[in-house]
């Protein structure tokens, strides 16, 4: 089965400092890549996500670059503030959307 | 629009019972995955239902089943309860065949001791 690597597993940067978590996979059928944003106590929240036929994606801070060829996949976070301290997971998902699988996890910690 | 919702929020229960947990999906949604968080960890799939069926399964043992109803809210059984089971249980809602994004709810909280 699909099996997601997550690095790192923490992380402090300083507020204003770009953040970088960064997931690897093993099927090529994936074709479905989301980032999740969970706070202590909530569910995850979806951030950002991309397609397989996609291989950058951005929103205002937030970026994903997406390499199919190497099987592996980025978060890129810019201009950090405190409010983006959480936990992020990456996942991964085949067409049908029927069994998403997460990575383990990043805890951001943002320093004001 | 309402969002998923779950409950109840926190349980617990002793060793060898039963549950049922609950989840309603997002307005509009036709699918629900569920998935077991434990601790530290990411989210685990255990399995989805899409037009009241299951449409894929992680590897959970059968102890773990679930239903779907006509208005797309969704069960979560889990029967002869292990301490193991202990964790936190999140279901998220999709539009099967138009969009891969997955909402999650809440969660809850279960606690076997």
């Known amino acids: 089965g699909e099996n997601v690597e997550q690095h790192p597993s923490t992380l402090s940067v300083q507020e204003g400092d770009s953040a970088v978590i960064k997931c690897t996979y093993s099927d090529s059928a994936s074709n479905y890549f989301p980032w999740y944003k969970q706070e202590l106590g909530k569910g995850p929240q979806l951030i950002i996500d991309i397609r397989s036929n996609v291989g950058e994606k951005k929103d205002q801070r937030i970026a994903v670059t997406l390499n199919k060829t190497a099987k592996h996949f980025s978060l890129h976070i810019t201009e950090t503030q405190p409010e983006d301290s959480a936990v992020y997971f990456c996942?991964?998902?085949?067409?049908?959307?029927?069994?998403?699988?997460f990575g383990a996890g990043t805890r951001l910690t943002v320093k004001p | 629009e309402t969002g998923v919702t779950q409950s109840p929020t926190h349980l617990i229960k002793t060793r060898g019972q039963q549950v049922t947990l609950r989840c309603s999906s997002q307005?509009?949604?036709?699918?629900v995955s569920w998935y077991q968080q434990a601790l530290g960890q990411g989210p685990q799939f255990i399995f989805q239902?899409?037009?009241?069926?299951?449409?894929g399964r992680g590897n959970f043992p059968p102890r773990f089943s679930g239903l779907q109803f006509p208005n797309y809210s969704s069960e979560l059984n889990v029967n002869a309860l292990e301490l193991d089971d202990s964790a936190l249980y999140l279901c998220?809602?999709?539009?099967?065949?138009?969009?891969?994004?997955?909402?999650f709810g809440p969660g809850t909280r279960l606690t076997v001791t």
């Open positions: 998220a809602s999709s539009l099967q065949g138009t969009s891969y994004e997955q909402y």
């Open positions: 307005s509009g949604h036709n699918t």
């Open positions: 239902y899409y037009r009241e069926e299951e449409n």
């Open positions: 996942a991964v998902s085949p067409y049908n959307n029927n069994d998403m699988r």
